[in-house]
């Protein structure tokens, strides 16, 4: 199964956005994508250190839930929430043909990094 970056960032906003217990499952209600595709991206962002997810899988299907975001998934969506950056950093993303996690965390740092020194703000 492939990682799809836009899936990543919609199960990150999603996490974000539940204002229940931290604790507990959540039921991220995604349904542009096959659950299957949902449960495998909470278990990447999990090993990825993204989110915090229990492996629920049993003979009846392979089942991922994640409980919360942790500080680097947080910092992650901030450094993507903006459109025009997430559809930047997608781009630095196809041109090089790799969509690991990683990756499109630095490019998405490298995007915000150029756009704050078009406002004159250089960062080291």
Known sequence: ??????????????????????????????????????????????????????????HDGYDWKATRLTFTGHEYLETIRDGEVWRKTKEVANKTGVYSLQVLVEAGKMVVKQKLMEHGIHLP
């Open 1 to 58: 199964m492939k990682l799809d970056k836009d899936l990543v960032r919609e199960v990150l906003l999603k996490l974000e956005a539940d204002d229940g217990d931290p604790m507990t499952l959540k039921d991220l209600d995604i349904t542009e994508w096959p659950g299957e595709q949902v449960a495998y991206t909470v278990c990447l962002l999990a090993e990825g250190g993204f989110v915090e997810a229990l492996d629920l899988s049993s």
